[in-house]
């Protein structure tokens, strides 16, 4: 059985800190990986992650793979309150791309 | 404008009565798919598909059912509903995995209560 943990579950921060997001990842015929912000409302696309050690950046955000040690992390610089979400991290797995997603981390960032 | 569209978007049953959510695309994504949302278990993908005529099961696909005939349109059928499909679901497409960018849109979501 595919699985995909991230940690921590929750984490409250003030406004201008930097955060780390984790996943982890046990699955069979590994695709890619990707993450999600879902705010109120459906998720929305940050990154996809293919390849190790190539490091993706959206502005603040920031994200890398491992695939050997088989895990992610999503790093916020300089957090706003804009900033507070649920992050998703799925994988994707075979050649017709089940998706298998963590149980989120919600972050609250406070100003 | 591209999207993703579910309805009905909320919808309150009762126990046993057959329901159908349906979802639609207007960006001929080949790949779409339905997930489960509930607290403290995250998203839980229930089908997806590959493209028309392709279905395959996800995590939680026990009573549930997907058809796919035409491209744009993927409903999710519930022949007898039960409370423990009290949940929000979300249907989601994206191009073929493969080709570029895999960016999945998510529809808004349909909250169903099962009574």
């Known amino acids: 059985e595919d699985k995909v943990v991230q940690s921590p579950l929750s984490l409250v921060v003030h406004e201008g800190d930097t955060v780390t997001l984790n996943c982890s990842y046990e699955v069979t015929n590994f695709r890619s990986l990707l993450w999600y912000k879902q705010e109120k409302k459906a998720p929305t696309f940050l990154f996809m992650l293919?390849?190790?050690?190539i490091e993706k950046k959206s502005g603040r955000l920031s994200s890398i793979l491992d695939k050997k040690e088989l895990f992610s992390i999503l790093n916020i610089t300089a957090t706003q309150t804009g900033d507070s979400a649920v992050y998703l991290c799925?994988?994707?797995?075979?050649?017709?791309?089940?998706?298998?997603f963590g149980k989120g981390i919600t972050l609250s960032v406070r100003p | 404008e591209a999207q993703v569209t579910q309805n009905p978007r909320y919808l309150i049953t009762v126990t046993g009565k057959k329901l159908t959510v349906t979802c639609s695309q207007n960006m001929n994504h080949e790949y779409m798919s339905w997930y489960r949302q509930d607290p403290g278990l995250g998203l839980r993908q229930i089908y997806y598909s590959m493209n028309v005529e392709v279905t395959d099961k996800g995590d939680v696909p026990e009573g549930y059912k997907v058809s796919r005939k035409e491209k744009r349109n993927f409903p999710l059928i519930l022949e007898s509903p039960s409370p423990n499909q009290t949940s929000l679901y979300f249907c989601?497409?994206?191009?073929?995995?493969?080709?570029?960018?895999?960016?999945?849109?998510f529809g808004p979501g349909t909250r169903l209560t099962v009574t």
């Open positions: 989601a497409s994206s191009p073929k995995p493969g080709q570029g960018l895999y960016e999945q849109y």
């Open positions: 799925a994988v994707r797995t075979g050649a017709n791309s089940k998706l298998t």
């Open positions: 293919t390849s190790s050690g």
